[in-house]
């Protein structure tokens, strides 16, 4: 079965900073990976999706990007970061087999 | 109309009590249906698929009515761990593949 690490963790960044979350996946190839952001009292919002390196789809307007640079590596960025980016960032993988998806432990952003 | 809505409870249940969530979704073309399991500040875990003739895993028992757009969750002899968020997550086909759309969560809590 796969495994998706992330990191970091937990994270306090100040607004305008640029921001770098990585995730990677254990145990799967070709999987569909996925960033998700969960703001305080709210369901989880997909940001973007991935079908394989380099393809990117974005599914909601703003002021974050992704990239995928290997078959296993999705990475969500900023160039400056906003207070309404605080939130818990989820990463996501999907088996070409079946339409599971299984989530990271995830990362915990605070912008100040 | 929120694709996936549920009640956000909390539910209060002494412990060994049955409880039972609700979800609704809109989407009539929606293929697959799960319901996840999100511990405080943790990623959100599949808990069960949920099949068309309904399934059972141990004291947890999924059902689903297409007809009416409508899955249900059932705990038995409900454990103080089984306190968390039960999201409720309907699954479409999409050009992402199998896009998944979350409810909000319904909120249990098992008081000894």
């Known amino acids: 079965s796969q495994t998706i690490h992330q990191w970091p963790a937990t994270l306090v960044q100040p607004v305008g900073s640029p921001l770098s979350l990585e995730c990677t996946v254990e145990?799967?190839?070709?999987?569909?990976l996925y960033w998700y952001r969960q703001a305080a009292g709210r369901g989880l919002q997909l940001l973007f999706y991935?079908?394989?390196?380099?393809?990117i789809s974005s599914e909601v307007p703003q002021n974050l990007s992704a990239s995928r640079p290997q078959d296993r590596q999705f990475i969500l960025s900023s160039k400056k970061l906003l207070l309404s980016d605080s939130g818990f960032y989820l990463c996501?993988?999907?088996?070409?087999?079946?339409?599971?998806?299984?989530f990271g432990p995830g990362t915990r952003l605070t912008v100040l | 109309r929120k694709e996936v809505e549920q009640d956000p409870g909390p539910f209060n249940v002494p412990e060994g009590a049955t409880v039972a969530f609700n979800c609704t979704y809109s989407?009539?073309?929606?293929?697959?249906f799960f319901w996840y399991r999100q511990d405080c500040r943790k990623e959100p875990k599949l808990l069960m698929s949920?099949?068309?003739s309904g399934n059972e895993d141990g004291r947890f028992t999924a059902q689903l009515n297409r007809a009416s757009q409508y899955i249900s969750l059932l705990i038995r002899d409900s454990k103080l761990s089984d306190s968390a968020t039960y999201l409720c997550?309907?699954?479409?086909?999409?050009?992402?593949?199998?896009?998944?759309?979350f409810g909000k969560g319904t909120s249990l809590l098992v008081t000894p």
């Open positions: 996501a993988c999907q088996t070409p087999s079946n339409n599971e998806q299984f």
């Open positions: 145990g799967t190839s070709n999987p569909n």
């Open positions: 991935s079908v394989g390196i380099g393809q």
């Open positions: 989407n009539s073309a929606s293929q697959s």
């Open positions: 949920v099949y068309s």
């Open positions: 997550v309907v699954s479409s086909l999409s050009n992402s593949g199998y896009a998944l759309n």
